[in-house]
């Protein structure tokens, strides 16, 4: 399949197609992702939840993100890999982020990084922009302010907050990026932002009117059975799935009905004259 680029996205949004892009955070799940025909991949910092088991992203570290995007690139994915930046990368100023930026690309494979928030970021991304890596900018619920925020809020509600979101979505494609997500954002404004700006919005719980659609891998999925926010819609039950495999391996092992010959080796026939009393499979290969 041909490999995706970060103007290929902004092609798409110009021809009216809807991105489609998942998070992946290893090299198994990134090779399924891929395989199911995504535009993007996204190594987000939601590995520090689903992954890690934290509370929040605020503890993942760049070497973190290091670790978990190349895995991803080990799959060779034909869609983009986008890298997040980490708490403490653009939080530091565009030197930071930009030295953050280039490890994240030159050793472990990202082809673009996101930066969250605006105003004081925007140069971190036009720092980064500049030295000619694709970067995402991030609008709304960005998680890594949650408690600036007081929680994991629906952000944009008010007039003037939305006017403001409005003003950063234009400055952030001013300063280079080449997509932004809009996180928990009322669907009207998303739609706005979207008819403002000419590179495409990946929405995440920000309504339809976005240009395309991002989720995390084991919400869409169902692994994490007590947590389903609003805008997540299950296509499996992952949990529920795998809990009930996992028990049927534990039922039979202790049955004893696992593993059954064809999962077992035989000796050679120099052996088994050797131990009469051995049991074993007749053959394999
Ligand atoms: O960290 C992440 O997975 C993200 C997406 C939810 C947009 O930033």
Redesign the pocket.
């Known amino acids: 399949m041909k490999k995706t680029t970060a103007p290929d996205l902004i092609e798409l949004k110009r021809r009216g197609e809807r991105i489609v892009v998942l998070?992946a955070y290893d090299y198994t799940t990134a090779r399924i992702v891929d395989g199911a025909g995504v535009d993007a991949l996204?190594v987000?910092?939601?590995?520090g939840m689903v992954i890690q088991g934290h509370e929040t992203?605020l503890p993942v570290s760049l070497d973190d993100l290091l670790y978990h995007t190349r895995c991803v690139a080990r799959a060779k994915p034909s869609a983009l890999l986008v890298a997040?930046l980490p708490f403490g990368t653009f939080q530091r100023g565009p030197e930071a982020t930009l030295d953050a930026s280039i490890r994240l690309v030159q050793e472990a494979g990202a082809e673009a990084v996101?930066i969250?928030g605006a105003e004081d970021r925007l140069l971190c991304i036009e720092r980064v922009a500049k030295a000619d890596i694709p970067v995402w900018g991030?609008l709304g619920l960005t998680?890594q302010s949650v408690h600036a925020f007081g929680g994991y809020l629906v952000q944009g509600r008010d007039d003037i907050d939305a006017r403001r979101m409005v003003d950063a979505a234009r400055k952030i494609e001013a300063a280079g990026a080449s997509a932004m997500?809009l996180?928990c954002i009322p669907a009207g404004l998303a739609e706005e932002i979207t008819g403002n700006v000419g590179i495409p919005t990946?929405g995440?719980g920000a309504g339809p009117g976005c240009d395309g659609q991002?989720?995390?891998f084991h919400d869409l999925l169902g692994f994490i059975a007590d947590f389903q926010p609003r805008f997540v819609k299950r296509y499996a039950e992952g949990a529920t799935l795998l809990g009930e495999a996992l028990r049927r391996f534990a039922d039979e092992v202790r049955s004893g009905e696992f593993p059954a010959s064809e999962h077992s080796f035989s000796m050679s026939p120099r052996q088994r004259e050797s131990t009469p009393n051995a049991a074993g499979p007749d053959g394999d290969s």
């Open positions: 998070t996204l987000g910092d939601s590995l992203t997040d996101k969250e991030h998680p997500v996180e990946i995440i991002v989720l995390v």
